[in-house]
């Protein structure tokens, strides 16, 4: 049985943040604001990268990269989510539903596989310094990123297969802003145990193994550093280190509550502040944690400035 056949439901209503017409319209701005500066901050970072030659290494191509993957992310919701706050249905049909849960997923578990390797990066610049730049070439960083990209995109496509089979013939309300796996299982008319079970488990496997990566590509640095006789040395690595971890704990921290199991209780309303954390916060100040913890950083975007401003006089 097929989608069209199985469901009677032809479009969902997303919820978001039910409130008075005033505080939508309050929140559209809020969230406009937020939407427009996480695009400028990850945008500065891509600018940095590719107009400073001092910054085209595989620390940089990574951070680059990753910020681009921010941009992606947001705008699996954000656009969306915007829209909402001023309109009255705040409807999504089924399938612009499936596509969004694809792709805000893919992107994901893209970065569960790109902060590992930002991590396993910064393990080989601190504890092999002289093989670094053989070990970890540019070519081989970007085919790395590239593999990290067609992996996560192949995740997901056989479970959302499985779920749109599923009939859904009402009701049609998601108490979220996003199509989330637990709200979208819940409405399905036929319990569906086996694909709940399946979500949780691919879920719970690429969190975990790649979180334990990062703890130990960590563990070995922080021994490493302790190593290092002068205390300049060691500031100089953990400084290396700092803004990844910070990251690392903010998107872990808010992925963990949420995802190693899709209908663990947790309330609408924690699933919501807990989804917008990691998916609309975490992008936001993440080119603020690397451009002001960067020297590097903030010296490109300090010589992009200053073009822009002999160009515009």
């Given at each position: 049985?097929n989608m069209?056949?199985a469901?009677?439901?032809?479009e969902?209503i997303?919820l978001?943040?039910p409130c008075?017409?005033e505080?939508?319209?309050?929140?559209?701005?809020l969230?406009?604001l937020s939407?427009?500066?996480t695009l400028m901050?990850?945008?500065?970072?891509?600018c940095?990268?590719?107009v400073?030659h001092?910054?085209?290494?595989p620390?940089?191509?990574?951070l680059?990269?990753?910020?681009?993957?921010?941009i992606?992310y947001?705008n699996?919701?954000?656009?969306h989510m915007?829209?909402n706050f001023?309109s009255?249905?705040?409807?999504?049909?089924?399938?612009?539903?499936f596509l969004?849960?694809?792709?805000f997923?893919?992107?994901?578990?893209n970065?569960t596989?790109?902060?590992?390797?930002m991590a396993?990066d910064?393990?080989?610049a601190?504890?092999?310094?002289l093989h670094?730049?053989?070990?970890i070439s540019?070519?081989?960083?970007?085919n790395?990123v590239?593999?990290?990209?067609v992996t996560?995109f192949?995740?997901y496509?056989?479970?959302?297969?499985?779920i749109t089979?599923?009939?859904?013939c009402?009701?049609n309300?998601?108490?979220?802003f996003?199509?989330?796996?637990?709200p979208l299982?819940a409405l399905s008319?036929?319990?569906?145990p086996g694909i709940?079970?399946?979500c949780s488990l691919?879920?719970?496997?690429?969190?975990?193994i790649t979180f334990f990566?990062?703890l130990a590509s960590?563990?070995?640095?922080?021994?490493a550093?302790?190593?290092?006789?002068s205390?300049a040395g060691?500031r100089k690595?953990?400084?290396?280190?700092?803004?990844h971890?910070?990251?690392?704990s903010?998107f872990?921290?808010t992925?963990?509550v949420?995802y190693?199991?899709p209908n663990?209780?947790n309330?609408?309303g924690?699933?919501?502040?807990?989804?917008?954390?990691?998916?609309s916060?975490t992008p936001?100040?993440?080119?603020?944690?690397?451009?002001?913890?960067?020297k590097?950083v903030?010296?490109?975007?300090?010589?992009?400035?200053r073009?822009?401003?002999v160009?515009?006089?």
């Open positions: 049985m069209s056949e469901s009677t439901v032809t969902f997303l978001g943040f008075s017409r505080v939508q319209v309050l929140l559209f701005i969230f406009s939407y427009i500066l901050g990850n945008g500065a970072i891509i940095a990268v590719k400073d001092r910054l085209h290494t620390m940089y191509y990574l680059a990269n990753f910020s681009f993957l921010e992606c947001i699996t919701t954000a656009p915007l829209g001023l009255e249905t705040k409807t999504i049909s089924l399938t612009a539903c969004q849960f694809y792709f997923f893919s992107c994901g578990i970065e596989f790109l902060l590992p390797l396993f910064r393990y080989l601190i504890c092999w310094p670094y730049p053989t070990i540019s070519c081989l960083c970007l790395l590239a593999l990290c990209w996560a192949l995740c496509p056989v479970p959302i297969y499985f089979q599923l009939p859904f009402g009701p309300t998601i108490d979220h996003v199509c989330d796996p637990g299982l008319c036929t319990p569906a709940e079970l399946a691919l879920s719970s496997l690429i969190i975990f990566f990062i960590y563990t070995l640095v922080l021994r550093v302790f190593r290092v006789p205390a060691r690595a953990f400084s290396t280190c700092g803004s971890l910070i990251v690392v903010l872990y921290g992925i963990m949420m190693i199991s663990s209780g309330p609408a924690t699933q919501k502040i807990v989804t917008l954390i990691y998916s916060v936001l100040v993440n080119p603020l944690i690397y451009s002001l913890r960067n590097d903030k010296a490109a975007l300090r010589k992009i400035l073009h822009a401003k160009s515009q006089s």
